[in-house]
């Protein structure tokens, strides 16, 4: 590792995520102002300067961050443009050469943020900040750290870990100073780590809180550009399979979602209902209200998630990305901020098409999937939504919303890209989906299966809270009171008992009633469910995973499975894919499945199978790639 002079000085946020020129003074910093790290650090501004700068260099992380979990992978494969390093990556045969293998990059970040993190003492110490400005600001900078650090570890396995300032990432080759350490190790620290930061509440603080900017002729909200801390936090308390801590910290973002927002009961709830002409669909799937039988109803909204700007907040009447996009890091489409993905998936205009969906993810999963009521069979949020066939090509269309021309011309309003038509194929502008709606409601249903409540992962992942807790009465019918079902509960003993809730944090609230019963509006009454947000039947489960007919663990088992393979169909090519797979195996390792490579190599294979045979070639020797010295 041959980077140096790694420190954050102010004048990087110059060179930061969107190569902004904002409104606001302090984001108007001139990069040859370039002062010495010493000063740089003497107001709350300089504090939040290194946090935006910090973001610049965590932004360039997006390449390594996709291609090594996608490719690495069973959804994503290389096309005959592809570059001897990737085709390495997706084939398992990578060495310390590749350049892929070098984590330099996420040392700048981390190393970056030790720097941050020492000044932020420093600052505090003489009095420079207040503990009320250091500790959302500190906290910040730390879960950018961990975050980074779990990244490292997915891939390499064994990592240096040092939480120390230092002025070289050479000095990392010193293995006694800054022994590596196992992957479980760790998630052990980062989970101290976070435990320990001062909040993991949202920094209203910060001088970039609330903001719009513009730049290129374009407009960013701010505020999606900054990391979560409690779902940081919830997914390291998963990999350490640690589920009902994994399913608190989920949990309280979305509670928190609830009462800090004008619309509540909407966000990130992955709701839904059939589109009658007025009311906007969220997000979902669907056809004009009785016309579900007439493929010229259809209306797909669901590639709108990818499509719509950060400032499109929406208001209290009307959905906003705000609704399902919770993390998302934006490209201007300037020298200094430019997407990564146009290059690696576009095969028109300046890009150069080399990497593709995998056959497996597009024939084997996308299309065949059956959708509700006409038993039409394909995904939406496959063919023409995270992937198209262009000049006879499949595409990775997800990432590419930004770069085509967009068209609405059909009655239904739903949007398509002219692949033969780019208004200026030099402004590579685009985005980095890194956390959404999808993504939290998948692990919040991996952590409920895992604590013991399938039932509720299975309403999470199909078709909604509500309709899989409607407890009917003995004779088959209806509660007509919904205060005593339609949350997550056990069964009620009898006709005239209510259902028994699921514990904290569990419980998840659907009811809704209208007179002459009590009124009511509960947070969870319009989740849709992940599959019939996306009109598609439920998965056909097994009757043991409903009846209790065979061991308990043997149902937990088999939604889980189901679980990832929906994150497979919902959130391909999103930088998650590995990870998921990985955890999951690991998991799946202690349950006596197997090895945690072989349990890999089985679920990668499906890539090569699909494609004309072959093995994915995991074993623990290339589980976890080499790192480059």
Not at 223 to 242: P, R
Not at 272 to 284: D, I, L, M, S, Y
Not at 559 to 566: G, Q, S
């Amino acid at each position: 590792m041959k980077i140096h002079n790694i420190l954050v000085v102010s004048a990087i946020s110059a060179l930061g995520i969107l190569g902004l020129a904002a409104c606001d003074d302090m984001l108007n910093v001139n990069a040859e102002e370039v002062v010495e790290s010493s000063e740089n650090y003497q107001n709350v501004y300089d504090a939040d300067n290194a946090i935006w700068g910090l973001y610049g260099k965590f932004a360039k992380l997006a390449e390594d961050v996709v291609v090594l979990n996608e490719l690495r992978a069973d959804l994503m494969d290389v096309t005959s443009n592809a570059t001897a390093d990737q085709v390495a990556i997706s084939n398992n045969t990578a060495d310390e050469s590749n350049q892929y293998c070098d984590p330099t990059p996420f040392y700048e970040v981390i190393l970056n943020a030790n720097d941050i993190l020492y000044n932020f003492d420093k600052m505090l110490a003489e009095n420079k900040i207040s503990q009320e400005n250091y500790d959302p600001r500190y906290s910040d900078v730390m879960a950018i750290r961990c975050w980074t650090y779990l990244q490292l570890g997915i891939q390499f396995g064994n990592v240096p870990y040092v939480t120390d300032p230092i002025e070289s990432i050479d000095a990392l080759d010193n293995q006694e100073l800054y022994p590596e350490i196992s992957l479980d190790q760790l998630i052990t620290n980062l989970i101290s780590d976070m435990e320990n930061i001062p909040t993991l509440e949202v920094n209203t603080l910060s001088s970039f809180y609330g903001k719009t900017i513009s730049n290129n002729g374009e407009s960013f909200y701010l505020n999606m550009q900054f990391i979560n801390k409690h779902l940081l936090l919830g997914d390291l308390y998963l990999w350490n399979d640690d589920y009902v801590s994994a399913a608190t910290q989920y949990k309280a973002y979305m509670d928190e979602d609830d009462v800090s927002s004008s619309k509540t009961q909407i966000n990130n709830k992955v709701s839904g209902w059939v589109w009658a002409g007025t009311n906007e669909p969220r997000f979902q799937i669907c056809y004009q209200r009785y016309k579900d039988q007439d493929v010229t109803s259809y209306r797909n909204m669901w590639k709108e998630i990818f499509y719509r700007g950060s400032t499109d907040v929406g208001s209290s009447a009307n959905v906003g990305l705000q609704d399902e996009m919770i993390w998302m890091v934006n490209y201007s489409g300037t020298a200094e901020s430019t997407s990564p993905f146009v290059k690696l998936f576009a095969n028109t205009g300046v890009g150069e098409y080399q990497l593709r969906p995998s056959v497996y993810v597009v024939d084997s999963l996308w299309e065949t999937q059956v959708q509700q009521s006409n038993g039409f069979v394909f995904d939406g949020r496959g063919r023409e939504s995270s992937f198209d066939s262009i000049n006879g090509q499949p595409v990775v269309l997800k990432y590419l919303y930004d770069y085509y021309t967009t068209t609405t011309t059909d009655a239904n309003k739903t949007i398509h890209l002219d692949y033969y038509s780019i208004d200026n194929p030099y402004t590579q502008s685009g985005k980095w989906f890194l956390y959404r709606a999808a993504l939290l409601h998948l692990r919040y249903a991996e952590a409920a299966n895992r604590a013991g409540y399938p039932r509720l992962a299975y309403a999470l992942l199909n078709n909604g809270v509500k309709t899989n807790f409607d407890w009917e009465k003995s004779d088959g019918s209806s509660r007509a009171d919904k205060e005593g079902v339609q949350y997550t509960s056990y069964p009620p003993a009898n006709d005239s008992t209510a259902a028994v809730p699921y514990p904290a944090p569990f419980y998840l609230d659907a009811r809704q009633n209208d007179a002459p019963y009590t009124f009511l509006r509960s947070p969870w009454r319009d989740n849709a469910g992940i599959r019939n947000r996306a009109f598609l039947t439920n998965i056909e489960t097994p009757d043991y995973v409903h009846d209790g007919t065979n061991d308990h663990n043997d149902s937990i088992q088999w939604i889980e499975n189901a679980l990832i393979k929906e994150a497979a169909l919902e959130c391909a090519f999103e930088g998650n894919r590995w990870g998921d797979l990985l955890r999951v195996a690991r998991r799946q390792n202690k349950d006596g499945k197997g090895s945690v490579a072989s349990l890999m190599n089985a679920a990668v294979s499906h890539k090569f199978n699909a494609s004309g045979g072959g093995s994915a070639n995991i074993t623990d020797a290339n589980l976890y790639l080499p790192m480059k010295k």
